[in-house]
């Protein structure tokens, strides 16, 4: 086979993405860190009203309409449900043209606007009405968006970059917070909810209508801010060099796919299980609701100062390790929350489970981006995105049925322990797979720890 016709054949659509045109180089910032702050703001009030604040509605609205502890979690599960079958149809309209503006932006105003209904729910059925139309919002916000963006833009940054994005995480924890427990604790939860879908469209959608473009291709411009523009007439001064990508039928028919989604999965279930009920567990262990504020506020506070340090790490490891550590770590932390009883306990459970914790949060985008490559990266996590979703919505209601059963959180901490030791040797099992004749190079050569063949 000709040599010169298999190059041609891999890398598929136009020569534009192999030439650096010899123009002045380009000054300002690099659009790709403007998508960086746009997914660090999604990611913010996103991630820190369902995963930060959501719990400290659980144990007011329960006493307030009357309704038990596994009715009120059901609507966490109902959100996440209709998430499920939305998720490969967002991620393929991810990967076009204007695919992530639509999404970001019409995501965010739906995300915002639910939120501020639930401020009238007098009833289980309004809860899950609402909770439902949230769930439509949050798909379109949902992590999986958000990395598939900064991947397009980055590659030997995207550890980075990535690392940056998902401070919005922690972020939105730390500031999300301390204002429900005060609003809460004061007005009271129906003018919380109001007030986080105000913030949630004003952090969202003005910078998604504005700056948000699917890819660096899309504006002529090269992956990881290159000072030179694309040009399809100029000379090939420095091409880039080779990151493979791979198509979305050969991808899910490697092994590692499946088995990053088992491990993905495991781990979703413990962590939403745990997450949705901790400061209810916190409390029922007679801790105020300051000490409950407070260990909620440290976990992403630490978690934030240690993203540098697990971004380096899966610079210089290969990101499965990384990941492998970070359950293992947090595994132990489910040991350590069996045996809390004081105040000192709960800041040393709380920041030994951040620590570990973090390191997923950065080697579970990278791990799909590196060894799958940017190309059709958001119908990948879409086809992916329905089973952890699915998970998600379980985790919370199992363990607040177990909680009615048995009164007492124990069963479902060691459970949640072995789950996360599970998925690690389901994530050391998930080596890169090996790319074909139709996996196109389209980006940055492999670097140490990163690359996509072992």
Request: net charge positive; proline share 6%; charged share 10%.
């Amino acid at each position: 086979m000709d040599t010169n016709k298999r190059s041609s054949d891999l890398t598929g659509s136009g020569h534009q993405q192999n030439i650096a045109a010899a123009l002045p180089p380009r000054r300002g910032i690099y659009l790709g860190w403007w998508m960086v702050a746009v997914s660090t703001l999604t990611n913010m009030a996103a991630s820190g009203t369902t995963a930060y604040a959501l719990g400290f509605f659980l144990l007011p609205m329960a006493d307030d309409l009357h309704l038990s502890r596994a009715v009120v979690a059901g609507s966490a599960t109902i959100r996440v449900l209709c998430m499920v079958p939305f998720a490969p149809f967002i991620g393929a309209l991810a990967d076009k043209r204007h695919g992530m503006r639509v999404l970001l932006s019409v995501g965010g105003l739906l995300f915002g606007g639910a939120l501020a209904l639930m401020a009238l729910v007098h009833s289980w059925w309004q809860l899950y009405l609402f909770s439902a139309v949230w769930g439509l919002g949050n798909v379109l916000v949902w992590e999986g968006i958000t990395a598939t963006l900064v991947s397009k833009w980055f590659y030997k940054k995207r550890s980075l970059a990535i690392s940056i994005a998902s401070t919005g995480f922690h972020l939105g924890g730390i500031a999300l917070i301390p204002l429900t427990q005060a609003l809460i604790s004061g007005p009271g939860w129906r003018l919380a909810w109001i007030v986080l879908g105000g913030v949630s469209i004003a952090a969202i959608v003005p910078l998604a209508l504005v700056v948000v473009r699917r890819s660096p291709e899309d504006v002529g411009v090269q992956i990881d801010g290159d000072d030179r523009v694309l040009s399809e007439n100029g000379p090939a001064s420095r091409p880039n060099p080779v990151e493979y990508s791979w198509n979305l039928h050969d991808a899910i028919r490697t092994p590692s796919f499946w088995l990053i989604i088992v491990s993905t999965n495991l781990l979703m279930l413990a962590a939403m299980g745990l997450f949705y009920h901790l400061p209810a567990l916190l409390k029922d262990k007679n801790f105020s609701d300051s000490t409950v504020a407070f260990a909620m506020f440290l976990y992403p506070l630490v978690q934030a100062m240690t993203l540098p340090f697990w971004g380096l790490a899966a610079r210089k490891f290969h990101v499965r390790y990384v990941i492998m550590v970070s359950l293992v770590a947090s595994a132990v932390a489910m040991a350590i929350l069996l045996f809390v009883q004081s105040l000192s306990g709960v800041i040393f459970f709380m920041v030994f489970y951040a620590v570990g914790v973090g390191g997923y949060n950065i080697g579970n985008p990278l791990i799909w981006a590196d060894y799958y490559g940017p190309g059709v990266l958001g119908s990948i996590r879409g086809i992916s995105g329905p089973f952890s979703l699915a998970i998600m919505a379980v985790g919370p209601l199992v363990v607040a049925m177990l909680f009615d059963k048995l009164g007492s959180y124990v069963v479902a901490i060691v459970a949640f322990a072995v789950i996360r030791l599970v998925a690690a040797l389901f994530i050391y099992a998930a080596k890169p797979p090996k790319p074909t004749l139709r996996t196109a190079p389209v980006g940055p050569a492999p670097v140490q720890g990163r690359t996509p063949v072992e």
